[in-house]
């Protein structure tokens, strides 16, 4: 399991000690959460607090963009310094043509999918994605509970791949912890990405090691 440290729910005050301490823990993936205000009721960061962050640490960047337009901004973020880029299927029209140009900015593209959105909309683009992201919440918010269907759309997602061999990698976002994390990692999820679990326990070093020993 990697576990991605959703900055969201860290101090933002303190990134780069709350970033640092995640990385102690064990957290591989810093995920960063970019929220607009449209497509989602909340706002959080652009490129300009990413291009920062970069600096704070050496982990790969995984930039889930919860905006309208994305195509608008993708080298943007890119030139701050996003490793991966993950994209909603519910917020981008020309999605070939997105993860195309991530690809060819030499960004690991993904694709995410809101709760409601069904697993045929990948049908096309899967072999041309890094990762997907499956919602386990509607976004917006941290600290959410996780909506147990998830589960079994990961497990479906899961035979998708394998039916096609292909090498995409699994990643969920929203209401994982210590107590679920070992449901949805033998659901066939490689990349768990926690907010509150990690940054709103108080010890941040411990509340990511303890993730990563909840998930074997
Ligand atoms: C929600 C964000 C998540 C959020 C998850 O829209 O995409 O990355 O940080 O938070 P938790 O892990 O607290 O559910
Ligand atoms: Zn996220």
Redesign the pocket.
Known sequence: MIL?A????ADFSRLAEDIARAERGGASVI?V?V?DGHF?P?ITLGPPVVKSIRKATKLPLDC?L?IEDADRYLDAFVDAGADWVSVHVEAVPHLERAVAHLAKRGAKAGVVLNPATPLTTLEEILPELHHVLI????????????LPSSLDKVRRLKAMIGARSLATRIEI?????AGNVKEVVAAGVEIV????????EGDVTAAARRMIEASR
């Open positions: 991605a959703s900055i969201l729910s995920h959460d929220m989602v909340n889930h919860m919602m386990s919440v509607n976004p917006g918010f941290g600290g959410q509970s996780f976002d929203g209401g994982v912890h990405v926690a907010g509150s679990a990690v940054f709103g």
